[in-house]
Structure formats: C-alpha cells, structure tokens
C-alpha cells in the first residue's frame, strides 16, 4: 500500500512529471519521422517505377504501400468521424485519395496521404513545443532534497520532506521547495519564478521559493510548502489550464470549422456531378477538380491559426514572470480603455517610511528622531516600525524608557533619560499651548501622516510618515495616458492621503474612504460607463473588485494563494510595468492570430477559385494550400514567444 501511495504521489508531482511532458527521444528518432521518411523513400520508388521504369502496375502497389504506412490512422479517423455524422479533415483527405486512386491518378492519392500526415505530424511537435514550455517549469524544481535529520544530511526525494524540515542549498543548487531562510545569506536568482532580472539578497527570515537558483552562500531553510503546494505548482497549473481554455476567436473558429467542413464536401459533390449531369462534361475531369477542391479547402490551417498563436502568447507571458489564465484575458487586455489600481500595496510599497524628522525648539533633529524612535520600540504599531528603523538607518542608539505606557488612539508617553516624553497625533497634544499648525497643514496637504513629539510643556518635534509610491507607478501612468488609457484610483486611506498620491501621479480619477463593497461599486459605475474595464491590486482586500472587472491583475502572486485564486492574471513579481508589456503583447498576438486567418482564407480560396479551371493538381494543393500553409501558420505564431523582457 506504501509504494502504490507513494506511485500515485510521484505521479501528479511537478518535478516527477516533466518527464511525461517531455519526449524521451531526439526529435529525429521519433516515431512520427521514420514513418515520414519511410512514406517519402516508398513515394520516391513508386515515382521511378511509374515514370522512368513504366513499370505501372508495380508503382500503383508502390503509391498503395505509401498509403498503409502513412495513412492507417487517418483513415481509421476519417471513417470514424464519418459514422458520428461529423466529418473532419481526415474524412476530407481519405475520400480525395480514394478517389485519385479510382481514377488511376495513385501519385496524387498517395502525395495526399503522405503530405497530410507530415502537416499533421508538424502541427502535433508544434503542439509539443507548447507542452515542452510548461516541462521547462517543471523542471526547475529539483526532485531530491538534502534534510537535516537527527544531526545528519540525509538526500531525500522532495515528497518525503515535510513543513517543518530544514533543506539544505549550497551554491549553484536549486532550491527544491517554498521556505524561510534559517541560516546563512547569499544572492539567489528567481528569474524562473518572478523575471527578475538581477538576482535578490536573501537573509535569516526571508522566503525563498521552489526552482529558483542559489548563487554563492550556503542556505539552510525551512520548508514551508510541500511539493504540490509551492509557488512552482501553481504557475505550472495556471499555465496548464490556460493553454486548455479557448479564447473567443478560438471557440468562433472552431464552431467555423464544425459547419465548414459538411459544406465543402456538399459543394465537391455539386463540382463532380453537376457539370456532368446537366453540361455532359467528362466525369474524370470533374472528379478530380472535384477532389484537388475537397483537398485544398481543408480547414486544417485555419483551425490551428488561433491556438497556436494564444499558446505561444501565453508562454512568452509565463517566461517574463506573468501568468495568464486564459486566451479569453490575452485577447481582452489590448481592448483596455480604464485601467483602476487599489493604492495600498499596489501603486504604493503598503509600507509606511519617514519621508521628515521636523526639530522644534532646542531640540536637534537627531534628538528628536531618538526620543521617538525610543519610545515607538516599545510598540508593535506599524509607524512606530518605521520610526525604529528610519534612526537604524541613520545609526542612531535607543535610550533606554522607564514607566512607558501606550493609550489606544492617541499615542505612547515614558521617561526617556529620567524626562517625561510623548509621541502621537493631535488629539494627544490639544492641551498643548501651541501646535505647530503651519508645519502640520503643510505635511497633511502632501499626503503624510504626523507624529508629534513633546515634553509636558510643548511640541518638540514632528515626525512625517507616508506609504512611499513605487517608483515603477511613476512611469506606468504615464505610459497608460500616452497610450490614451484613463487611469483610475481606489483606496480605503482619507481622502487628503487620496489626493495627495493621486495628484503625485498624475491619475485622472480616485476615490477615497472606500470599504472593499464601495470598491465593487465603484467598478460597476466605471463598468457602465466604459466599454473594457481593467482591474490591479493586491488580490486579498481587492478580490470582489478584480472579479467584477473585465480583467483583473493581481500583484504579488508569488507569496498570495488569493491573488492566483481572484485574479484573471498574475504578476509573479510587484512589476506595474508589465501592464505595458501585457498590452503590447495582447496586440501582438492578436495582430499574429488575424495574419493567420486572412492567410488561410486568401491562399485557400484563391486555390479553391483556381480548382475550378483545373489549375491546382491535387499534390499542390496538399504541398501549399495545405502542409505549406500550416507550416507558415505555426512558424508565424511562434514569433510572438520570441520577444523578452527584462525587469525595471
């Protein structure tokens, strides 16, 4: 029973299973390409026999052999779909080289089978390649483990280490699962997860994550994820699930083909009996004209014009750290005209600094910041974090505080130096003789929020914190108006903080004091206002808004179960300036999917016009109109992975 769970275990485990993805052959030694070349030599035989040799019945034999070596499973299919009153394109092609083969045409018959098999053969390694770029994923993550154990380093395959266990990484090692650093430092690359492009510093109580590269020092972390729960696993399921959901156009060309196909075997059979029947015209004639029109009229390249061209769009995201849930959301982004960013942890870091250390009286600026920063360590406030790590960056000593008491809502008062002190807001100090009113309006104008400082006298000095705007935000909006895209702010901070950050930005419209239900409100008015509605925030507060949205993009993907779960596309690393790339490559794909399309239908109806007149042999229109299409189809949809990105 141990080995069978252990079996089924390896068996849905992301590093185990890049092997299933993967072909274990060289491309070259694969099935598929003997049975082509086979076909080709068996083809090339039949063409000597026929018209050098003149051995003809030997060459038809030649040209039947071509037909079971390359076309079994075409024809098993073409007759299948036949008896489901569905007819595909492989019902398309038996029936033409049944056919040239009746009319003793077997050259053509068996250039049918075998063309159609190699286009076939082409567009499954094409399909492979897609599969291939989620097994580059897999393999990222290591699939054996060193765990401490009992004062020993044991190796472990990656399923018997637990939560809890602590993995050691020594330089150039992936790290093999999510965890906390517990010992040592070094730089570590999460260019495979995140798309950074410079490698990240990592000390004791930093998270690491599952595939990314440990480049110098020696790590010793404590797993916090198991195998099947790591950041990797999600981006390996999200990229899975995309490449199987159809976007609009995709689905449309699908229901296309589905009606497309009875329609072109009606109108071969009107091509072969009508100009005999009502005309008197020779049948052969027609027939073939008849066949070389059911041939060239395959939809096979239009049916694979889009997928191809979405899966390769959606790859190319996941390499440059964006994770896409769907072709639908690849093919909405460009249409973008709102795009709305919560504030909090998306246009800002979520984390409030000192931006002024303000000195009243005789007090010095240094004194002041170590009076506040003595006091705020007692706290566990947020601010009073700050305050104690603005006077470390600036080496600053704390002093030590007696009788320090802390008063909900108002601020902290203790001896600091045998003298009795106080930091909070102005509801603290409103005995106070004067407030420094025009320093206070000066810094709430901009945004910040001020920590007063006094003795039991008066206002000593004023600190100023504020959630510091990425920098990234700065260039993204400007990016987006340039693009003539409106952009929009929500936030649950007052309306003064609103304003302030809004106006810093250059933002065209916000809100303020917003419960996350007023945000969901606040989008359906933009909803009803504007055509293609975009959504970026956070993914926990944010989550009814961005589903609301037409898209919603969360930020911080890669430490947010809810940000993967809410969202409709994932940023794996805090990059705003991936909006630009998504729409740019949005365009691009789309651009790709449409020279696809309008190939498909120019090149296939010029051939179908051109079978009329007997213009197009049946072989041509295999060779171009249908196996040289397809080729073309593919190698232009995978233009679009070529292209990366770097982070700013």
Not at 49 to 77: D, H, M, P, T
Not at 429 to 458: C, D, M, Q, Y
Not at 482 to 511: C, F, K, P, Q, W
């Amino acid at each position: 029973m141990q080995r069978s769970e252990t079996h089924d275990q390896r068996d849905g485990c992301s590093a185990c299973s890049a092997g299933v993805l993967e072909s274990g052959q060289s491309l070259w030694k694969q099935k598929g390409v003997l049975t082509a070349a086979a076909g080709g030599i068996v083809f090339c035989i039949g063409l000597y026999l026929e018209f050098v040799a003149r051995a003809y019945l030997i060459a038809q034999i030649s040209f039947l052999a071509v037909v079971l070596i390359a076309g079994q499973n075409i024809i098993k299919r073409g007759i299948l779909s036949a008896w489901r009153r569905r007819p595909d394109m492989n019902f398309l092609m038996s029936v033409a080289a049944a056919g040239a083969f009746s009319i003793g045409h077997g050259e053509e018959g068996a250039a049918v089978i075998l063309l159609f098999y190699i286009a076939e053969f082409l567009e499954d390694y094409a399909a492979e390649r897609a599969r291939k770029s989620v097994a580059s994923l897999l393999k990222l993550a290591p699939e054996r483990a060193r765990v401490k154990r009992g004062g020993e380093e044991i190796e472990v395959h990656v399923h018997e280490v637990k939560a809890g266990d602590v993995v050691i990484v020594r330089p150039g090692d992936r790290i093999p699962l999510d965890g906390v650093v517990v010992r040592g430092q070094s730089s570590v690359n999460q260019a495979p997860i995140t798309g950074e492009s410079m490698p990240v510093s990592k000390e004791e109580g930093e998270s690491v994550f599952a595939g990314t590269i440990n480049e110098e020092g020696y790590l010793e972390i404590r797993v916090t994820k198991t195998s099947e729960e790591t950041a990797l696993s999600k981006i390996i399921k999200i990229v899975e699930q995309a490449q199987k959901q159809k976007s609009r156009t995709e689905a449309f060309i699908d229901r296309f083909a589905r009606y497309y196909t009875p329609l072109v075997v009606t109108l071969s059979f009107l091509v072969m009996t009508v100009p005999t029947l009502v005309f008197g015209l020779e049948f052969s004639e027609w027939f073939y004209r008849a066949l070389v029109l059911l041939v060239v009229s395959c939809p096979c390249a239009l049916a694979i014009s889009t997928p191809v061209s979405m899966v390769s769009g959606l790859t190319s995201a996941a390499r440059n750290g964006v994770l896409i849930k769907g072709g639908s959301y690849l093919e909405e982004i460009r249409n973008a005209r709102v795009v709305v960013f919560d504030k909090t942890g998306t246009l800002t870091e979520g984390k409030p600094e000192v931006t002024d250390v303000i000195a009243l009286g005789r007090y010095s600026r240094k004194k002041v910041l170590q009076i506040a920063a003595s006091l705020e360590a007692k706290s566990k406030h947020p601010l009073a974090e700050a305050v104690v790590a603005k006077a470390r960056e600036e080496g600053i000593g704390l002093l030590e505080v007696r009788d320090f008491r802390s008063l909900a809502g108002k601020g902290l008062k203790g001896r600091v130096g045998g003298r009795l002190f106080y930091a909070g807001n102005r509801n603290f100090f409103a005995k106070a003789a004067e407030l420094p009113e025009k320093h206070l309006k000066a810094l709430e104008s901009r945004g910040k929020t001020a920590v007063l400082i006094g003795n039991g006298r008066h206002v000593i000095g004023i600190i100023a914190l504020m959630d510091r705007i990425r920098e990234s935000s700065y260039g993204v909006i400007k990016e987006l108006k340039d693009r003539g895209v409106r952009t929009v702010m929500l936030t649950g901070d007052n309306r003064r903080v609103a304003e302030a950050i809004a106006e810093s930005l250059g933002i065209d419209e916000h809100y303020a004091e917003l419960l996350p239900e007023d945000k969901v409100n606040a989008i359906d008015r933009l909803l009803k206002m504007h055509e293609h509605v975009v959504m970026v925030g956070d993914g926990v507060n944010d989550a009814p808004a961005l589903a609301k949205a037409h898209v919603g993009i969360a930020m911080g993907a890669i430490g947010s179960d809810v940000a993967i779960e809410t969202s409709d596309i994932a940023l794996m690393h805090d990059d705003l300036t991936r909006i630009g790339y998504l729409m740019d490559l949005s365009r691009r794909t789309i651009a790709v999917v449409k020279q696809n399309i309008s190939a498909a239908i120019l090149i296939k109806g010029s051939f179908a016009i051109l079978a009329f007149p007997g213009l197009v042999s049946l072989w041509l229109a295999v060779a171009i109109g249908d196996m040289g299409l397809s080729l073309a189809v593919i190698a232009n949809a995978l233009r679009i992975g070529k292209k990366k990105v770097s982070v700013t």
